[in-house]
Nanobody, 112 residues
Framework: QVQLVESGGGLVQPGGSLRLSCAAS????????MIWARQAPGKQRELVAT???????DYADAVKGRFTISRDNAKNTVYLQMNGLKPEDTAVYYC??????WGQGTQVTVSS
């Protein structure tokens, strides 16, 4: 079955950290650029971070220096390490195999 399954979301206090995981199955994960995106209530989905098949990374300005995207091709998994979380980071976070499919999303809430 071709799918992406996110996990690791939850409630965290401002300044805290979370690590999101996205497990891929049913396709050649290592061949795809992988993207983390997020969508806050009432807002458009926005790109957060990208990692190419070769391991190059890029980040939205809003998360540079706080978030790190990585991948483990042996485990068919992409990660998003989020540090220094802010209330404005609250959103549903999605992973996306570029040009192929989206995951179902995981909720991240940053609140005291």
């Amino acid at each position: 079955q071709v799918q992406l399954v996110e996990s690791g979301g939850g409630l965290v206090q401002p300044g805290g950290s979370l690590r999101l995981s996205c497990a891929a199955s049913g396709f050649t994960f290592s061949s795809y650029a992988m993207i983390w995106a997020r969508q806050a209530p009432g807002k458009q989905r926005e790109l957060v971070a990208t990692i190419t098949s070769g391991g190059s990374t890029d980040y939205a300005d809003a998360v540079k220096g706080r978030f790190t995207i990585s991948r483990d091709n042996a485990k068919n998994t992409v990660y998003l390490q989020m540090n220094g979380l802010k209330p404005e980071d609250t959103a549903v976070y999605y992973c996306y195999a570029r040009g192929r499919l989206w995951g179902q999303g995981t909720q991240v809430t940053v609140s005291s």
